[in-house]
């Protein structure tokens, strides 16, 4: 059955790039995500049912580091398919580009590893963690991994 519906969901769905960045701000804070900044973004791409917004992603690019940032999916839409397309787009996105190599800082390690990320330790090439240690939410449920990935 979940199999079913996710299929089904996914024939509804549409992935497309977006410039609604205010949309994405939103769901990414119902989501848990902390408040940011959209400094650096290349592009960003939402999954929409309809007119809403149910997912979204952003490939940023700092210097010669690509990376994939406000990664959120709607609560009532997860496990159906919609991170991973998300991910896929963008690194698609970043393949486009010329990037031999993605990052992302990830709260939720585990997704990103499903996709082929490995971990990888801080570098001048990585993405930095050090805003993450006067989060509120760091080690409060959430322990963010820097990972990476060959295109």
């Known amino acids: 059955m979940e199999n079913n519906r996710k299929g089904r969901f996914a024939m509804r769905a549409e992935v497309r790039s977006t410039d609604d960045l205010q949309a994405i701000r939103r769901l990414c804070l119902e989501s848990g995500l902390e408040d940011g900044n959209f400094d650096n973004i290349l592009s960003a791409v939402g999954c929409y049912k309809g007119l809403e917004l149910v997912g979204c992603a952003v490939l940023k690019k700092e210097g010669a580091i690509y990376s994939i940032d406000w990664v959120a999916v709607h609560e009532s839409v997860r496990r159906m398919g919609i991170g991973s397309m998300l991910v896929h787009y963008v690194e698609s996105e970043a393949r486009t580009r010329g990037a031999s190599s993605i990052w992302t800082l990830a ?45």
């Open 107 to 151: 709260r939720t390690p585990a997704f990103f590893s499903q996709l082929g990320y490995s971990p990888s330790q801080p570098s001048s090439g990585s993405p930095n963690i050090e805003h993450c240690l006067g989060c509120k939410q760091y080690n409060n449920g959430c322990r963010p991994e820097i990972l990476s990935k060959r295109l």
